[in-house]
């Protein structure tokens, strides 16, 4: 040993050491960045929300830097494929998270998601949290388990009981089960029929005609008894029952509730008139497009995220879906957020992911009107929308369409699956703008082009 060590002592081992290595340099954050589009996440109040969440996750540490990029949805999907591929050919632009996303907005990017199981098993992450169901609901059919439950959207009816009012008509029941009662006070089931007769009794032309009348006008309706609002035909097939355009050995299929729904909302557009065309959907008169938010509609079929794009005016309340053929049928969404297997960072990309699904869910549940899957947290929510909207709305309605989920998703996959959805969206453009047609044979070439479009997967 030499003298100076000699001097130095014990310690002086640990000194020299330090000397020898060098001075300690910090290390650089590790950037992870937040994509937001393909599903909520682009109103306003949802763009505030998500980058005070960002803020806050920022300034709790210095390890890792998140970073949001909110995209358009009407280009989402164009922008993240294009991410994607610089990212795949050694660009690194790719995100490492997307969200808040649910099944219609991730199936595109199948094959795309990191496996999460290594990453909560090396981090202990308590899985117990939740119901083991909806943890095996993100589980692919290879095993990998791509996701973890945070939102779920039951959907419901929305109604204007102002409205309801004016016509002299009950409020649609908001118990299931529960009968419909008429103007002359007999009850009746609350099904689809009984929903497009009290449709009509709601339409009303400019003279103050309704659409059970022989006087009304349809060239010349100001108010709609009802809208599905912001919905796609596989969500509009649910009113009439569960079902998928994709049969068991992966070919098209055209399922009976198809052929029920679409007769039914093309005959309540072009011949009852009480369901807005596309022209009166999109008109200013009915908001642009968020028809039930226009205060014009009396009744709309959507989801709980809805709360965040109603309106201004209160007059709403919410009961319950129709049945068909004895069945109710209550199409879900669940949303999570998801880490690209591009990541370069998996570890503090799933630190952020848990973060946003945990800490940071209230702030973003409530603008996103997502119900926390956990039911202990379902309360605090509730009361948090209670906040907003202070008429008194029967959340219960909402807890309880759980139970009426349809049963295979309508957000299935299918083969080709853009090219399927847009081909699915050219029969939505057509029947709703188009009067005169034959909406069985529509069907039937509709099945035929998607099975072509299925074809191309394997041709």
């Known amino acids: 040993m030499n003298k100076k060590l000699m001097r130095l002592g014990f310690g002086g081992f640990a000194l020299a050491a330090a000397l020898a290595v060098g001075p300690v340099v910090a290390q650089e954050p590790v950037t992870v960045t937040w994509f937001v589009g393909l599903g909520a996440g682009g109103q306003p109040e949802q763009i505030e929300a998500q980058n005070a969440v960002v803020e806050a996750f920022n300034a709790s540490q210095s390890d890792i830097v998140l970073e949001i990029q909110i995209v358009d949805n009407e280009v989402a999907y164009d922008t993240l494929s294009t991410l994607i591929a610089s990212g795949a050919a050694g660009g690194g632009q790719a995100p490492d998270i997307i969200g808040p996303v649910g099944n219609d907005g991730s199936n595109a990017f199948a094959g795309n998601y990191l496996d999460l199981t290594p990453i909560i098993e090396s981090t202990g992450y308590d899985l117990s949290q939740f119901d083991p169901a909806a ?8 095993g990998a388990l791509v996701g973890l439950p945070f939102a779920t959207f039951p959907s419901f009816l ?65 108010q709609w008894g009802f809208v599905s609002q912001w919905n796609e035909p596989r969500g509009h097939s649910t009113l009439f029952g569960a079902s998928s355009v994709v049969d068991e050995n992966g070919d098209a299929q055209l399922p009976q509730a198809w052929t029920d729904a679409f007769n039914w ?21 009915l908001a642009a497009g968020n028809a039930f938010s226009s205060g014009r509609v009396a009744m709309g079929a959507t989801h709980l995220w809805y709360t965040c794009c109603v309106g201004e005016t209160n007059d709403w309340d919410i009961a319950a879906l129709p049945s068909h053929n004895g069945v109710v049928t209550a199409k879900l969404h669940g949303d999570s957020f998801r880490i690209l297997n591009s990541t370069d960072a998996p570890e503090a990309a799933f630190e952020v992911l848990t973060y946003l699904i945990g800490e940071a869910s209230p702030t973003l549940l409530a603008v996103y009107g ?11 929510f509730f009361a948090g929308l209670d906040e907003r909207f202070t008429q008194g709305v029967n959340w219960d309605v909402a807890v309880a369409s759980l139970a009426f989920a349809d049963s295979p998703n309508h957000e299935y996959s299918m083969p080709n699956y853009l090219k399927a959805k847009d081909r699915i969206g050219a029969f939505q453009t057509l029947y709703e703008s188009t009067p005169g047609l034959d909406i069985d044979a529509e069907l039937a070439l509709l099945v035929s082009d998607l099975q072509s479009i299925f074809d191309e997967v394997d041709g």
Not at 135 to 142: A, L, M, P, T, Y
Not at 267 to 273: A, L, R, V
């Open 135 to 142: 943890v095996e609901s993100f589980r692919q059919v290879d």
């Open 158 to 222: 929305y109604f204007r009981p102002g409205l309801f009012d004016e016509a002299g008509l009950n409020y649609p029941p908001q118990e299931y089960g529960a009968p419909y009662v008429m103007p002359d006070g007999t009850e009746v089931e609350w099904n689809m029929e009984t929903l497009r007769e009290v449709g009509m009794m709601l339409t009303v032309d400019a003279n103050g005609n309704d659409a059970t009348m022989e006087e009304f006008d349809p060239e010349a309706v100001e």
């Open 370 to 380: 997502g119900m926390p899957v956990n039911e202990a947290d379902q309360p605090a």
């Open 265 to 285: 909302f093309y005959n309540g557009i072009w011949e009852d008139h009480f369901i807005p065309n596309a022209a009166q959907g999109g008109s200013d008169l």
